[in-house]
């Protein structure tokens, strides 16, 4: 949330699995607005020769690195997903880093507002980080129709993965904003330039007037 005249005006947006984010994002991107994505950023901190990758060596030993020093993300998942000691270690680890990488791209990037794409933004509780939350919203018998054709999923892992994350209802009571997103991209487009021209309004709002553009 802004409480600075010089805070920019940041809109965090969020969904559920297959829901859209990427194809919300990259229209964003197309009208020159700054994207900054926490999953890449969650990639880019443990590259190879990085401080982060280095602590998680000296942490959980050399074999958590691929034949060619790239982090094995998948068997790093596998062995945190069981035991929540060595998750909250790794956390430890990579969210301050994430999060230290996050303010200095926001800090450094140009534009009237910023979108910041945080997948788990309701489960996590980042909420008042953000001017504005944007929730990308589609039936869920969509996100596992969509999930099995992506990721050749069964129906029932697709459902198991929706089960582990927030439900819709919580996203959706925690949103400012909402893009329903189950037509075509052209719908699509169309529904992104309108909540440009809003948040062009709002980040301008927000410069001269902090409080004005805070969300419930």
Known sequence: ?????????????????????????????????????????????????????????????????????????????????????????????????????????????????QIHVVPLLVEGGGKSTFSRILVVDCPEEVQIRRLMARDHSTEAQAKQILTAQATRATRLSAADDVIENTGDLSELRDKVHRLHQSYLQLASRNASDPASTTHH
């Open 1 to 113: 949330m802004n409480n600075r005249s010089n805070t920019p005006f940041i809109v965090g947006l969020t969904g559920g699995i297959a829901s859209g984010k990427t194809a919300v994002a990259r229209e964003f991107e197309s009208l020159g607005i700054t994207v900054i994505d926490t999953d890449q950023l969650a990639r880019d901190v443990v590259e190879p020769g990085t401080p982060t990758l280095k602590e998680l060596v000296e942490t959980f030993g050399a074999e958590i690195l691929t034949a060619d020093g790239h982090l094995d993300r998948r068997g790093m998942r596998e062995r945190v997903f069981a035991d929540a000691a060595q998750r909250k270690i790794l956390e430890s680890i990579t969210h301050p880093a994430i999060r230290a990488e996050l303010a200095r791209r926001a800090a450094a990037a140009p534009g009237p507002y």
